[in-house]
């Protein structure tokens, strides 16, 4: 079964980072790129980032410069760092696994989400 397991969500102020991490199978690590999307209520799920078995990383623009996707090999985790957290950012974030069509993921495998919340 392929499971992708998110954590590191929260509610914390305008400002301030959090970190999500997305742990998975070696064979989904080695063999699928991952990313982050968000999905705001009412709104539709967005990408925010991705990056490929080879490390390169891709950001939505309302993200970059404040966000970093990274990879750990030793834990088959993949990070969301997410700085300078503004309420825009309140959402549910999906870890998401599949193959890159240009910049974009297509996916084939979604973890269930975790919330964050960020107050003004």
């Known amino acids: 079964q392929m499971q992708l397991v998110e954590s590191g969500g929260g509610l914390v102020q305008a400002g301030d980072s959090l970190r999500l991490s997305c742990a998975t199978s070696r064979f989904i690590f080695e063999n699928y790129a991952m990313g982050w999307y968000h999905q705001a209520p009412g709104k539709e799920r967005e990408e925010v980032a991705t990056?490929?078995?080879?490390?390169?990383?891709n950001y939505a623009d309302s993200v970059k410069r404040r966000f970093t996707i990274s990879r750990d090999i030793a834990k088959n985790t993949v990070y969301l760092q997410m700085n300078n957290l503004i309420p825009e950012d309140t959402a549910v974030y999906y870890c998401a696994a599949g193959g890159m069509i240009g910049p974009t993921l297509k996916v084939d495998y979604w973890g269930r989400g975790t919330q964050v919340t960020v107050s003004s």
């Open positions: 990056i490929t078995n080879g490390g390169s990383a």
